[in-house]
């Protein structure tokens, strides 16, 4: 009897996967839940229902087994990851939007899970940011009570807006660009607001570090490779390496742009999406660098504060050619 590969084999589902990617989340859900409050819980909730909603209506309407696809879990995932990128007292219906966006328009409309081009979670979060700047910059600024929270994400429009007014704060890398606009201002005395911690924003390190530590996690898995993060952290250390190294004033330091914003986020489960990334070996140190490298120029010289959106959505486009240019020799044959 044959024991070895090709022969035999391996243990793995849709499910599988999709349970390993959410067990991965875990740690930064931890985090958020320490730095934010129940309101990550309660997003989470929200936008995981409302997958699963629509996930069930658009079978239904396509004429799929709801069974099978309700349960491999991959509304879910796409739920989890809207639900981190979205401040955590987001109003209710932000989410729910954005979930519907997400599962109906970038997943079900372009055949299901398997077919979509681009990256569902991150189509409805370059809807939301495109459509709602304001309120999804509006991260808390210090932990609030449960009640409190129940009030900005569930509480009445106006009432809600002059709470939040008063208990939010700029993103990390949204206080960096906006503080450098400020006449004379560098580099080094825009971090000094308390908004800024020991390497990213003050308590955002720890978030990033929870990514990382479930992204290494699904790499020691073999969920993902190695290519796709390692590409995408090099190229954004190298480029924003550069530009630090000749004006310090004016561009942040590497560690910096790892540590703040979505960059984990982006390098271990938002680039790495099966469906949606290059497949070749070549094509993902291609794919991730050309993200980290569109990333970094949106930051910095761009009208959003964090780019990972955007970047991951213009390097699906590139997707098809990408891998069409990099596919390896067939065994046996020259290239």
């Not at 704060?169 to 911690?197: H, I, M």
């Amino acid at each position: 009897m044959l024991n070895n590969s090709p022969y035999v084999r391996a243990n793995s589902s849709v499910t599988r996967v999709m349970l390993k990617v959410l067990l991965a989340l875990v740690p930064a859900i931890g985090v958020s839940l320490w730095l934010f409050g129940v309101g990550i819980l309660i997003q989470l909730a929200l936008a995981s229902l409302t997958a699963l909603a629509c996930e069930a209506l658009m079978l239904k309407a396509r004429g799929k087994p709801m069974r099978l696809f309700l349960t491999d879990l991959s509304a879910v995932v796409t739920a989890w990851l809207i639900a981190l990128a979205f401040p955590a007292i987001a109003p209710w219906w932000l989410v729910v939007v954005a979930t519907i966006i997400a599962i109906v328009l970038a997943k079900h409309l372009y055949g299901g899970l398997g077919q979509n081009i681009f990256n569902p979670a991150m189509v409805a979060y370059a809807a939301m940011i495109v459509a709602f700047p304001s309120l999804m910059s509006q991260w808390p600024s210090t932990q609030l009570d449960t009640a409190a929270q129940l009030q900005a994400v569930f509480g009445h429009a106006d009432a809600t807006q002059r709470a939040m007014d008063a208990i939010t704060s700029a993103t990390p890398l949204d206080s960096l660009r906006t503080g450098l606009r400020a006449a004379g201002a560098t580099v080094e005395s825009v971090v000094q607001s308390p908004v800024f911690g020991w390497a990213g924003g003050s308590g955002w390190e720890w978030l990033s570090l929870a990514y990382l530590v479930g992204g290494l996690w699904l790499w020691q898995q073999k969920i993902i490779t190695w290519h796709i993060p390692l590409a995408f952290i090099g190229t954004l250390a190298a480029v924003s390496g550069v530009f630090w190294l000749v004006q310090p004033d004016s561009f942040a330091s590497p560690l910096l742009h790892l540590a703040a914003g979505g960059s984990m986020l982006g390098a271990f489960f938002i680039l790495t999406d099966p469906v949606s990334a290059a497949t070749t070996p070549r094509g993902k140190l291609i794919y991730a660098a050309g993200a980290a490298l569109i990333t970094y120029l949106i930051r910095s010289f761009g009208a959003f504060p964090d780019g990972v959106a955007f970047a991951t959505l213009l390097l699906n486009i590139c997707v098809p050619l990408i891998d069409m240019k990099t596919q390896p020799a067939v065994f046996g044959h020259k290239q």
